[in-house]
């Protein structure tokens, strides 16, 4: 089991205090063993996401680590030309000495799509048939008239990753030989309201890996949301202000007890003991091999933040068996010279 750190870039200040914060957090990751860190793409709306370009980000954050694997979980690529996002992706990677992994979904937040000129409700069609464009690209395929993707990219098909909420998703990223990535929550059916994420993430796996072609080895990714805090009270203050925005933004009841709020939200926080038991609960994690960490959606200040990182590192994930220990870099292969 491999442990990440996840970021939506969400701290209220400005843009480049944001970035600053993230990369921070990063390079704390990295020197406490973390094997991964995503980011996440969100557009216009910085109560969502504060990052629109993950790419240049990561290139960035690139230029200040050594070893730390860098992901994009996720780029919409829905709303993406998916030749430029494979444009984008090789020049990164190479620029990172192999590190850059690509996370890809079909999105995301609904208002979004309008200024792309997009529907919501094509969403999957459009996402499918861009996926299949991007992948050609990484492939070195024709792309029309002749013309292959330049710089060439390597290794990065065997580093593509797919995020979904449903078996057909599932399915999708094993026919392709990609990776899955889980969300931290999941909406619940309405005739399941108190569904667990192992009912509701389990047929996801079983689903990605019958899929799988037998010569592709399963890459498994499950996000959830861990507060890992000195003092319990602490945590559950900075909780409960981040996770009444969220229900607010959400549409639902945000007056419900703090404790209603992080039940529903599937949030695991508190002190390292009680992190390492509620996480212990989850069945779901043993059927992983990386799990990404994120704070949101509790609003944690960027100083406890990185306390926290720190604390799942040192405390946390030892107890619970999982290997704090970064990966060797990929080797690109056939990259330019």
Aim: hydrophobic content about 40%; some cysteine; overall charge negative.
């Amino acid at each position: 089991m491999h442990i990440s750190y996840f970021t939506r870039l969400l701290e209220d200040v400005s843009a480049a205090e944001r970035y600053r914060f993230a990369t921070d957090q990063i390079q704390h990751a990295e020197r406490l063993g973390y094997h991964r860190a995503w980011v996440a793409q969100h557009h216009f709306h910085p109560v969502e996401g504060g990052l629109p370009s993950p790419f240049v980000f990561l290139a960035d954050v690139a230029r200040q680590t050594e070893r730390i694997r860098l992901g994009t979980g996720i780029i919409t690529l829905t709303l993406e030309d998916p030749v430029r996002v494979a444009e984008d992706a090789v020049v990164a990677d190479i620029l990172s000495g192999g590190r850059i992994d690509i996370g890809l979904g079909s999105g995301g937040t609904p208002r979004s799509f309008a200024p792309f000129g997009l529907k919501l409700a094509d969403k999957t069609v459009d996402f499918e048939r861009k996926l299949t464009t991007f992948t050609d690209a990484l492939a070195g395929s024709d792309l029309g008239d002749g013309n292959t993707l330049y710089p060439p990219a390597g290794s990065m098909p065997e580093r593509v990753w797919q995020a979904t909420f449903s078996a057909a998703g599932g399915r999708r990223a094993g026919a392709g030989a990609h990776g899955l990535m889980l969300s931290r929550t999941q909406p619940r059916p309405s005739d399941k309201p108190n569904a667990s994420l192992y009912d509701l993430q389990m047929p996801i796996i079983e689903a990605y890996l019958d899929a799988l072609p037998d010569s592709a080895e399963p890459r498994i990714m499950a996000s959830r949301t861990v507060y890992t805090a000195d003092d319990r009270a602490e945590a559950l203050g900075h909780a409960e202000t981040g996770l009444r925005r969220v229900a607010r933004l959400l549409g639902r009841d945000a007056s419900a007890p703090v404790d209603e709020l992080i039940a529903n939200g599937d949030t695991y926080l508190g002190t390292p003991d009680e992190v390492v038991s509620a996480l212990s609960s989850d069945a779901l994690l043993a059927h992983v091999d990386e799990v990404a960490i994120q704070i949101h959606p509790v609003d944690a200040p960027h100083e406890q933040t990185m306390r926290a990182i720190e604390l799942f590192a040192v405390s946390v994930a030892p107890a619970l068996g999982w290997d704090a220990s970064v990966s060797p870099v990929v080797e690109r292969g056939n990259s330019c010279s």
